[in-house]
Structure formats: structure tokens, C-alpha cells
């Protein structure tokens, strides 16, 4: 059975910094493209950033181009998404999934493959 656990987040002023994990067990992150989502309250759920099964290719949201960056430790089956300067936009719950393709700009269908966990809370106060 395939879970993945985020955590990290936490409540944090802007301009400051959070760096998001996701634990991957029943899948090996190394095969599978895998991304981060997250949902504002009142929302639907939107990509932020993703990384391709291989490694070699990153896409991110236009919305955090160039402040988040997302990496994975396949030593420790674990993505992660580092956030800098962040704004009270980003405040939301922040997810972990796998995404069934990418395209250009990132997922090509907002489906992913397993159940959604229960996210982490990121809040930037305005």
C-alpha cells in the first residue's frame, strides 16, 4: 500500500522560509514522477511543482518559479519542496503525489495516481 506522509510546514512570516518533505513507502520515488500540489481554503487543489521519474527535469507553478525549488533524496524515498520568500498567497495545505505524465509546464491532467494524504499546513500572515 502506497502512503505518502508530508510534513514540514508550519506558520511563518513572509519573506521567510519553510522546507517541505515527503516520505514515499509502497513506491519508489525513483520510478515515478512526483510532484507537490496545494489547496487555499476555498480552492481547488493546483500544482505547485514537480520532478520527473529520472531526476533530470524539474517544472514549477509561474506562481513559484524561481522561489521554490523541489528535489528528492532516493536514499531516503523522500521529495521535498524548499520555499523561500515566501507571501501570504502561499498559505494553503501543501500535498505530495505522482502525477500520471508530464508535459511542458508540469502534469498534463490534474489526476494523480494514489489517494491523497492529509498535506501539511503552510500559513504566511498578510
Known amino acids: 500500500q502506497v502512503q505518502l506522509v508530508e510534513s514540514g510546514g508550519g506558520l511563518v512570516q513572509a519573506g521567510g522560509s519553510l522546507r517541505l518533505s515527503c516520505a514515499a513507502s509502497g513506491l519508489t520515488i525513483s520510478t515515478y514522477n512526483m510532484a507537490w500540489y496545494r489547496q487555499a481554503p476555498g480552492k481547488e487543489r493546483e500544482f505547485v511543482a514537480a520532478?520527473?521519474?529520472?531526476?533530470?527535469?524539474?517544472y514549477y507553478a509561474d506562481s513559484v518559479k524561481v522561489r521554490f525549488t523541489i528535489a528528492r533524496d532516493t536514499a531516503k524515498n523522500t521529495v521535498y519542496l524548499q520555499m523561500n520568500n515566501l507571501k501570504p498567497e502561499d498559505t494553503a495545505i501543501y500535498y505530495c503525489n505522482s502525477p500520471f505524465s508530464l508535459g511542458r509546464g508540469g502534469p498534463t491532467s490534474s489526476r494523480a495516481r494514489y489517494t491523497w494524504g492529509q498535506g501539511t499546513q503552510v500559513t504566511v500572515p498578510s
Open positions: 520532478i520527473s521519474w529520472s531526476g533530470s527535469s524539474t
